[in-house]
C-alpha cells in the first residue's frame, strides 16, 4: 500500500540522516523575514544596530586584531527562517593574528562565545541574537545566504525554491553546545544553573527546528547529533549526580572511609586487591565501568578497561585521581595525557562527593599509612 511505501522511504530517509550523510532539500517560505529584511535588503536600522552589537562583542573578546566582516548566516538569512529562529551574527577574524596556536585560539573564541551569550542574553523581536566570533579563513557550507552587515550587501544569495543543508551545518550549529558540555565542572558552585540553562537552550533549539522544517531541520538534526555523541546523556547523569548531592544526608562516611583504607593498602602495596576486592570497591562507590571514563560519567567514580593503560584528560575540566591494578597511582590533571603500567584504571573525580576520600588516600600514602601493618 501507498502509506506503507511513504513510511518505508521515510524511514531509509531518517536512516542517511542519522549517519551524516547530505539532507535532503527542504521548501522553504516564500520571503524572508519581514521583521528583519524589505525585500533582499536589511533593514537600515537593524544593520546599524548589528554593528554596534558586533563591536561591542569584539571589544569582550580583548584580542588585537581587526575585524574583517560581520557576516548575518543562518536561518534569517535563508527562507526556512520561523518567527523563533536565532540571528546568527558571525564576527570574522583572523585566527592566527590572535596567536599561532589554531587550537588555542578556537577554544578561546569558543569560551568567550558561551561567557558572553550568558552574560548577554539579547534578542529582538523574541528571536535570540547568537554571536560568534570566526576565523575569516573558514569557508561556509556551500548552500546558507551569507550577508555582510558590514559591507551591506549580499555575499551569497539564499534560493527561495528550495534549500539544502549538509552534515557540516548540522555539526557547526552543535559545536558550541558540545564544547560548553565539555567544559561543565561538577565543582562549580553554578553548575545547577549552567546545566538548567543548557537544558533550555537545546529545547529552544529543537523546538526551532520542529517549527521550520521539522524533523529534518538542521536545528534538530543538531540536537540529534549530540544525542547520538552522548553529549545528552552526559548533561542527564550530570543533573542526576547534582540532585543526588544535594539529597543526601550523609556521605556514607563508613564507607568510603573503608574505601580509602583498601586504596591506601593498594597503593602501598601492603595488600593488593584482587577480583572480589575490586567488585566490593565498584558497589561501595557505585562505579561506572565504561571505557568513555569521565566523558560518559562526569563526576562519577568509573573504571576504564584499556588496551595499554593509556588515559587521556581531554575535556575533563576537574582533576582525577587514577589508580591501577597495580597499585600505581597518578593525581590526573585535565587536558593532559597519562600512560599506566596496569591495564585497568579507578578512577575517583575530585569533585565535592570525592574530595574527602582523595585527600584521606594522598596524607596517608605521603604521611605514611596507619592502616599497613
Avoid at 120 to 131: C, D, F, N, S, V
Avoid at 187 to 212: M, W, Y
Avoid at 321 to 328: A, K, M, N, R
Wanted: net charge negative; glycine share 6%; hydrophobic share 35%.
Amino acid at each position: 500500500m501507498i502509506p506503507k511505501l511513504d513510511m518505508i522511504q521515510n524511514q531509509l530517509k531518517v536512516a542517511f540522516i542519522q549517519n551524516n550523510i547530505m539532507l535532503n532539500e527542504y521548501e522553504t517560505q516564500s520571503q524572508l523575514n519581514t521583521k528583519l529584511w524589505d525585500g533582499d535588503q536589511l533593514h537600515s536600522k537593524l544593520r546599524v544596530g548589528f554593528i554596534k552589537i558586533a563591536k561591542a562583542f569584539y571589544k569582550f573578546l580583548g584580542i588585537d586584531t581587526s575585524i574583517v566582516d560581520v557576516l548575518l548566516i543562518g536561518s534569517n538569512a535563508n527562507y526556512n527562517w520561523t518567527e523563533h529562529s536565532d540571528i546568527d551574527l558571525h564576527v570574522l577574524i583572523n585566527y592566527l593574528d590572535v596567536n599561532d596556536n589554531y587550537h588555542v585560539v578556537n577554544e578561546l573564541m569558543h569560551a568567550k562565545k558561551s561567557i558572553w551569550n550568558q552574560n548577554y542574553p539579547l534578542a529582538y523581536k523574541g528571536m535570540h541574537i547568537e554571536l560568534y566570533a570566526q576565523d575569516a579563513q573558514q569557508e561556509l557550507h556551500s548552500t546558507v545566504g551569507v550577508y555582510s552587515v558590514m559591507q551591506g550587501k549580499w555575499l551569497k544569495k539564499p534560493s527561495s525554491k528550495m534549500v539544502s543543508v549538509d552534515d557540516a551545518a548540522i555539526k557547526q550549529k552543535a559545536q558550541p553546545y558540545e564544547y560548553e558540555i565539555d567544559q561543565l565542572d561538577p565543582t562549580d558552585t553554578n553548575i545547577e544553573r549552567r546545566v538548567d540553562d543548557l537544558k533550555q537552550r537545546l529545547k529552544h533549539l529543537r523546538q526551532i527546528g520542529l517549527q521550520s522544517e521539522g524533523e529534518y531541520s538542521v536545528e534538530n538534526m543538531a540536537y540529534k547529533y549530540l544525542r547520538n555523541k552522548g553529549y545528552l546523556e552526559r548533561l542527564k547523569e550530570l543533573e542526576k549526580s547534582i540532585t543526588m548531592n544535594s539529597l543526601q544526608l550523609e556521605n556514607a562516611g563508613n564507607e568510603l572511609d573503608e574505601v580509602a583504607k583498601c586504596f591506601v593498602r593498594h597503593i602501598s602495596g601492603e595488600t593488593l586487591m584482587r577480583g572480589d576486592d575490586w567488585v566490593n570497591i565498584i558497589k561501595k562507590t557505585q562505579a561506572r565501568v565504561d571505557p568513555r571514563g569521565q566523558w560518559q560519567h562526569p563526576g562519577h567514580c568509573t573504571v576504564i578497561p584499556t588496551n595499554n593503560g593509556a588515559i587521556t584528560m581531554k575535556r575533563v575540566a576537574y582533576d582525577v585521581l587514577g589508580i591501577d591494578e597495580t597499585g600505581h597511582y597518578i593525581m590526573m590533571k585535565p587536558e593532559q595525557e597519562y600512560q599506566y603500567p596496569g591495564k585497568v584504571i579507578f578512577e575517583i573525580p575530585n569533585t565535592a562527593q570525592w574530595q574527602t576520600v582523595i585527600i584521606q588516600i594522598l596524607n596517608e600514602i605521603r604521611n605514611g599509612s596507619k592502616y599497613t601493618k
